[in-house]
């Protein structure tokens, strides 16, 4: 029960740090879009790219405690998956807002939802971070 417990731990640890990405995200990308006027497109990718700075500081160092890490190893590692999160969200973004002609910010939220359970979680928990890196005793 304790590994079960520790899992769960982690799971709800990594989406209080995707909620805290996510909120530079938007915050930034609804920013720079409504109040700057840049290209929602582009203002979403700048919103992406500083939520997911925040992303693997936060996941590094209290998510996912990898230590046994070496940071130039992690931060490629990081770095790929996270490329292909931003190119997820922002294509999915473009897709979605061009498709339904709703405002970006709907599109955005689903599409990010999306990305971050089956991409971002799944990812930095296998193959960044690796769980076997991972004390799971605690």
Do not use: P
């Not at 709800?12 to 990308?29: H, K, M, N, P, V």
């Not at 700075?53 to 931060?75: D, L, S």
């Not at 498709?99 to 955005?108: A, Q, T």
């Amino acid at each position: 029960m304790g590994k079960l417990r520790r899992e769960i731990t982690i799971f709800c640890e990594a989406q209080l740090s995707a909620i805290l990405a996510t909120t530079i995200d938007f915050g930034l990308s609804f920013i720079l879009a409504e109040l700057v006027s840049i290209w929602y497109v582009a203002a979403s990718f700048i919103g992406a790219v500083s939520g997911g700075i925040v992303n693997c500081v936060v996941n590094y160092r209290w998510v996912f405690k990898a230590k046994g890490i070496r940071k130039n190893t992690m931060a490629i590692k990081y770095f790929t998956v996270w490329t292909g999160s931003i190119l997820l969200n922002t294509l999915g973004t473009y897709i979605a807002t061009e498709l339904s002609g709703e405002h970006f910010i709907i599109s955005k939220t689903l599409v990010a939802i999306i990305v971050a359970i089956l991409w971002n979680y799944q990812l930095q928990r296998r193959y960044v971070f690796k769980a076997r890196n991972i004390d799971t005793t605690k």
